[in-house]
């Protein structure tokens, strides 16, 4: 029997500054598809532009209130950009918490959002 799951795969961030985070992954030219808000708190969803993985923001302060068990979880997420050096460059224009071009394990980086999340960019 198979799982009955459907896509697109939706990945949640629990963050301190929704508003930061927001312009920060529109800076870098992620696609906002939603702004919201719940129980007075904002919230937005964004896409990478393949549009297969959609990524949904929430104000820790809420998700503290409403399920506190996981407010402070992090997920690891790696995404895959065909021009990695030009992606690492508009990243590093917004942030300083950007490493370097790396070659191992694969030709990579990583980079921390404005709330301090680590994500991971492999070349395509």
């Not at 919201?36 to 302060?61: I, N, S």
């Not at 050096?85 to 980086?109: C, K, M, W, Y």
């Amino acid at each position: 029997m198979r799982i009955m799951l459907t896509s697109p795969t939706a990945v949640m961030l629990y963050v301190d500054d929704v508003p930061a985070e927001r312009a920060f992954w529109e800076a870098i030219g992620a696609h906002i598809i939603a702004d919201d808000e719940l129980g007075g708190a904002p919230t937005f969803t964004f896409t990478p532009d393949d549009g297969g993985t959609h990524f949904t923001v929430y104000a820790k302060d809420f998700i503290r209130q409403v399920s506190p068990e996981v407010a402070d979880n992090v997920p690891s997420v790696l995404f895959t950009s065909n021009d990695l050096p030009a992606l690492h460059a508009r990243i590093s224009e917004q942030i300083d918490t950007v490493g370097d071009i790396v070659d191992q394990p694969f030709e990579n980086f990583n980079f921390a959002s404005p709330s301090g999340i680590y994500f991971a960019v492999r070349s395509a």
